[in-house]
């Protein structure tokens, strides 16, 4: 390798990609083509540096395969920060054992990095801490441990644990130090910010307060009935597929030790105001099938004028912004630009579900298109309102 190729690897690697293309911007040998598709990824140009480097990993023979496979796990990497997730693994997964099996470890391991991360972001906790768990940070460079780290702390964002979470993040920040890399601290710093930002409300006896996740964590190991209508569970009850009933018990929680109307409720749940005898009558069909569901956490009473929930201590739990597309501002607050179809794919729910979502929030002007067609992409705009972590997808009994 000549030292033009050499110095903007090194460039590279310390996070300039302008020193880099300085020294390759005019060459179109497969090993300039591949430096420069990397460093137009770093300067944010997806589609470019996609393009360069599927052209440098044609250009490599097949007595190249090292070569090869780094440009795939280079184009991946770039799939993964314009938040493509919907590309499938295997050739990632091949590309880090031809790098294993020759003697690559550390681009071995950056494949797999990949791999966790994409399971990462699309809920797949159980997955990505397996994978975690078989890879050696103290092995590695001082960027590949503050990756790990930061894969270890979103895990346990997404678990509730807190203290975990502030344990790798401060790993992570000791590894980007050691990197020199700008653009890596600045990533350690952000999520530092997010831990510590308002994770959810706590509404009860008429009272609403903001917790933090360390908060939020207490709460749910202590004896209180948490109605989470983050995660739309009660205890260890999940009424995710269940919105009615899960309104009704939200709504008589918030109004413990009191009771709920029946006029009161109809409106919240069934959202009209003018109820008449068919609306009373599904309301008792309803509050029958919640009482059943809660009978070994809580009961439901009539009274005079409506139903009271019977507990010893409910708690709702809400996230700090109420909003009917929370989830997907909650994803949208990592700061990267998301394609609609892996939106979907993180909120398992179809594409055409996030396009409205996204065209609400757009018209509001609370996220912002980037591209057109296939290329288009969505953001946060500046100082955006927060939304919880604790919307973000992951698996619960974790």
Sequence with gaps: MDSLITAAARALAAGDPLGALNRVALREDPPALALRGIAMAQLGDFPRARTLLRRAARAFGAHEPIERARCRVAEAEVALASRELNWPTAPLEQAAQVLHSHGDRINAAHARYLLIRRALLIGQLDQAHAALAELEPKLLPAPLRAVHWLIASGIAVRRLQAGEARTALRKAAEAAVASGIPALRAEVDSAARILESPAARRIGRGETHLLSLDEV?????????????????????????RPVLFALARALAEAWPGDVSRTELIGRVFRTLHPDETHRARLRVEIGRLRRLLQALAGIESTPRGFRLVAANPVVLAPPLEDANAEVLALLSDGQAWSSSALALALDTSQRSVQRALETLAEAGRVQALGQGRARRWTLPPAPGFATTLLLPAPFGV
């Design 217 to 241: 964590e207490g709460l749910l190991r202590s004896d209180a009935l948490v109605v989470d209508a983050c995660r739309f569970r009660i205890g260890s009850l999940s009424l995710g597929s």
